[in-house]
Each structure stands twice: as C-alpha cells, then as structure tokens.
C-alpha cells in the first residue's frame, strides 16, 4: 500500500521560508518520479517541481524553490525561500510509478492529503 504524507506548511510573511516533506511508504522515491504540485482557492491543480532522473520546475518557482529527496528515508522535500503571497496554496506531494517525469496532473498515481502553505502580505 502507497501512501505519502506531506508535513511542513504553515503560515509566513512575504520573503519567508518553509520546508516541506513528504515521507513515502511502501514506495521507492529514488526508483519514481516525485513531485510537487500546488493547488490555490478556485484555481485548477498546477506542477511546481519534480524529481525524478533530474530536477525541473516551474517557471514561478525557479531560482526560489529546491526539490531534494532523501532515499534513505524515503522521503522528499521542497524548500521554498523568498516566499509571495501568489504562493499561497495547498501543496501536495505526488508520484508515479516511473522514473520519467511529466507536467501533467493526470500522469501520477498516487497522492498525499496536502498541506497548506499560507504567505501573508
């Protein structure tokens, strides 16, 4: 049984920064495609960062954003620094079952619950 948790949102200011995780069980992180996707009020479910034989991100994210993982751990992370209100979403980890990485929302499996990530002005 898959199953992924997302830890590490909150709220900030605007220039803050937070570390999200996203603890895999019952998965490999190192053998599949792991990302990170944001979804804010009315808006649809976008990419942010992936990780699977590299890295890539989205273009808002870039220079601001680092995805890692730790495979020992099964886990993966997501720091984000300098911090905008247009951050502000709900953020979810997702993966799947290949190493290849896509943009798309539809192309992965499985999914954590979220966690909310919350930049004030």
């Not at 995780?21 to 479910?45: D, H, I, L, T």
């Not at 990419?47 to 273009?59: E, H, N, P, Q």
Request: proline letters at 2%; hydrophobic letters at 35%.
């Amino acid at each position: 049984q898959v199953q992924l948790v997302e830890s590490g949102g909150g709220s900030v200011h605007t220039g803050g920064s937070l570390r999200l995780s996203c603890v895999a069980s019952g998965y490999s992180v190192s053998r599949n495609c792991m990302g990170w996707f944001r979804q804010a009020p009315g808006k649809e479910r976008e990419w942010v960062a992936l990780i699977g034989r590299g890295t890539t991100y989205a273009d808002a994210v870039k220079g601001r954003f680092t995805i890692s993982r730790d495979n020992v751990k099964s886990t993966v992370f997501l720091q984000m620094n300098s911090l905008k209100p247009e951050d502000t979403a709900m953020y979810y980890c997702a993966s799947r079952a290949d190493v290849l990485c896509w943009t798309g929302v539809t192309q992965y499996k499985y999914w954590g619950q979220g966690t909310q990530v919350t930049v004030s002005s």
